[in-house]
């Protein structure tokens, strides 16, 4: 699944705004989740491209020697190439804006009841290192008047049966 880059999701999100000064957005960057990308993904993870979804379940397995300190360090540094977009988001948008996750990550963190290292996100794992995420409000002038409208309803099956699949791989059904 191709992943969007900080700046080009910053530039679509500031796009929908103009396109749709009165609804809500919801924008999701995909970093500091991986792929990594950075001085120490550089150095020892795949490629930016070549990294798979299964990329945990690698460094889980043993397949990738990656210690969990170096995960943290790509993590961060995953994190500081996102958070300038962000900045720059929260500047150029009138109103309201929060900024959150959809969930948190396991770096090395050991889960219970067995208190084995574990990575990424996985469905049905409710521990505090997933489910607590940040909660950020930022105010820039006035708030915009959100107008509400009929849903669309002439929707093709092939357009239900696509965003079905895209909620699926997000993890919302």
């Not at 509400?148 to 997000?170: A, G, I, M, N, Y």
Request: charged share 35%.
């Amino acid at each position: 699944m191709p992943r969007p880059r900080p700046e080009v999701l910053t530039e679509k999100a500031l796009d929908a705004a103009e396109e749709y000064p009165n609804k809500r957005l919801a924008v999701h960057y995909i970093p500091p989740h991986h792929p990594f990308k950075g001085p120490t993904a550089d150095e020892h993870f795949p490629s930016y491209e070549d990294q798979s979804d299964a990329l945990f379940e690698r460094i889980q397995r043993g397949d990738l020697d990656i210690d969990d300190e170096t995960l943290r360090q790509a993590y961060v540094e995953n994190l500081e190439w996102v958070l300038p977009e962000v900045e720059r988001l929260l500047s150029e948008l009138d109103g309201k804006t929060v900024v959150t996750a959809d969930h948190g990550e396991l770096l090395g963190d050991r889960t219970a009841p067995v208190p084995v290292r574990d990575y990424g996100h996985h469905v049905g794992l409710y521990v505090d290192q997933l489910v607590e995420v940040p909660w950020y409000e930022s105010t820039n002038g006035s708030r915009r008047r959100i107008v509400p409208e009929e849903p669309d309803t002439d929707v093709t099956d092939v357009e239900k049966e696509s965003v079905e699949q895209r909620l699926e791989e997000l993890g919302y059904r």
